[in-house]
C-alpha cells in the first residue's frame, strides 16, 4: 500500500503544528514548505482543506498564519487519512472504497469491462479478501494513533525542522 504525497503532506503538516513551541507565532504555508521542501501551492490546497476540516485554525491579516485548532491527542491519524486519501483500493477490483460504519467496504466491480481485463480471475478470486482484511487492519492500526503518539518527541522534531 502507498500513501498518496496528499496524505503524506497533511500528516506532515499536523505534525509541524503540533511540535510548533507554544511561544511561537503562527505558522505560515511558505515556513511548512521550506522545512519540507514541498510544493507550496501544492500544500496550500492541503491546509485549505485541513482548515475545513476543523483540524486547523487559517487567522488571516498582517500577523496571520495557521495553527492546530484541536489538541493533538484529539487528532485520530486513521481519520485523517479517511479524509486525504482518494480511496483504499489495493488492487484494479476495488474500484473504489467507501467508509461505511467506520469501516472501509470495497466495492467490486462485476460489470465493468475494465475489472474484466485487468484480471481474469476476478469473478472468483479470493485473493481479494485477503488484500481487504489487509487494509483492514492497516486502518485498525492508524486509528490506534494520534497525533500526540507521533509527536511524542517534539523538541527533536522541532530542531529538524527549524
Not at 495553527?67 to 482518494?86: H, K, M, S
Not at 481474469?120 to 478470486?125: A, L, T
Request: charge should be neutral; aromatic fraction near 8%.
Amino acid at each position: 500500500m502507498r500513501l498518496t504525497n496528499y496524505s503524506d503532506y497533511a500528516l506532515r503538516t499536523l505534525m509541524y503544528l503540533a511540535v510548533m513551541p507554544a511561544d511561537a507565532e503562527l505558522a505560515t504555508i511558505q515556513d511548512i514548505a521550506d522545512s519540507y521542501q514541498i510544493s507550496k501551492s501544492h500544500l496550500t490546497k492541503i491546509i485549505h482543506q485541513l482548515a475545513q476540516l476543523g483540524y486547523i485554525e487559517s487567522i488571516r491579516g498582517k500577523n496571520g498564519g495557521i495553527r492546530l485548532a484541536r489538541r493533538p491527542e484529539q487528532i485520530n491519524l486513521g481519520e485523517v487519512l479517511r479524509y486525504t486519501e482518494p480511496d483504499f483500493a489495493l488492487v484494479p477490483c476495488f474500484v473504489e472504497a467507501r467508509q461505511a460504519n467506520d469501516k472501509l467496504e470495497p466495492r467490486i466491480e462485476k460489470d465493468s469491462r475494465a475489472a474484466q481485463v485487468s484480471c481474469m480471475i476476478q469473478p472468483s478470486c479470493l485473493l481479494k479478501n485477503v488484500f481487504y482484511e489487509a487494509t483492514q487492519a492497516f486502518i485498525a492500526v492508524m486509528d490506534s494513533y494520534t497525533l500526540a503518539d507521533i509527536t511524542q518527541n517534539g523538541n527533536r522534531l522541532w530542531a529538524l525542522l527549524r
